[in-house]
């Protein structure tokens, strides 16, 4: 099994909604992450986890609440958002997190289309 | 901070044309990851590049890393309507500086005139 998988595919929420995003891989890779993508522009990085473990938080605000239950699943709770967090939020995997295995290509999923009310 | 700066924004070629995208990084890059990401779809990995001076081929794609390992090319021959999307580049920095996050371009939009 070589493919990222992310539900929902879209999902539409009002401002006062709690969702959560879900993402999961079976290749053994031990970092994973989420981006957020706004149209015409490139993936902005927000979380990484590295070995199930947060290793990096780009100053997200705390409306979005990642969780990583076990190496193969990574959530993202979303709460209060607000209509300019509509975007496309992709999960991405990659083999390692360390030394040579942090070149390589990162594996997306196709994304959760989002949209706040 | 890193920046990589990719140009253009936008490219129209008529089919059968060639196509050039160009990345530049502020600073050395450890390698440079090539993207394509298709219309509604996401980001699909085509290459990485990690050797100065370092020359790939795919098929009708060439891809460049330069010397001093700051920039980077991806040339197209023969544009097809199945090459329509938007390429990205998207850099590694110095190992111990760049916190293993890559820096992306803000990507080449491919058109293929009808």
């Known amino acids: 099994d070589t493919e990222v998988t992310q539900t929902p595919k879209h999902l539409v929420m009002g401002m006062t909604n709690k969702k959560s995003l879900k993402c999961e891989q079976h290749m053994g890779h031990r970092a994973m992450y989420w981006y957020k993508q706004k149209a015409k522009k490139p993936p902005e990085l927000m979380f990484v986890y590295s070995y199930e473990k947060l290793s990096i938080n780009e100053s997200v605000p705390s409306r979005f609440s990642p969780e990583c239950p076990n190496s193969s699943l990574l959530n993202l709770h979303l709460h209060a958002l607000q209509p300019e967090d509509s975007a496309l939020y992709l999960c991405?995997?990659?083999?390692?997190?360390?030394?040579?295995?942090?070149?390589?290509?990162?594996?997306f999923g196709p994304g959760t289309r989002l949209t706040v009310l | 901070g890193q920046q990589v700066m990719q140009i253009p924004q936008y490219q129209h070629v008529q089919e059968g044309e060639d196509f050039t995208t160009y990345c530049n990084s502020s600073t050395t890059l450890s390698n440079i990851q090539w993207y394509k990401q298709r219309p509604g779809g996401h980001p699909v990995f085509l290459i990485q590049l990690v050797k100065s001076g370092e020359v790939k081929k795919q098929k009708r794609l060439t891809f460049q890393f330069g010397e001093a390992k700051k920039n980077s090319s991806l040339h197209i021959t023969a544009t097809q309507t199945t090459d329509v999307g938007t390429y990205f580049c998207?850099?590694?920095?110095?190992?111990?500086?760049?916190?293993?996050?890559?820096?992306w371009g803000a990507g080449t939009k491919l058109i293929i005139k009808p």
């Open positions: 991405a995997s990659r083999p390692g997190t360390s030394g040579s295995s942090l070149l390589g290509e990162q594996f």
């Open positions: 998207a850099g590694l920095g110095p190992m111990l500086e760049s916190n293993y996050q890559l820096i």
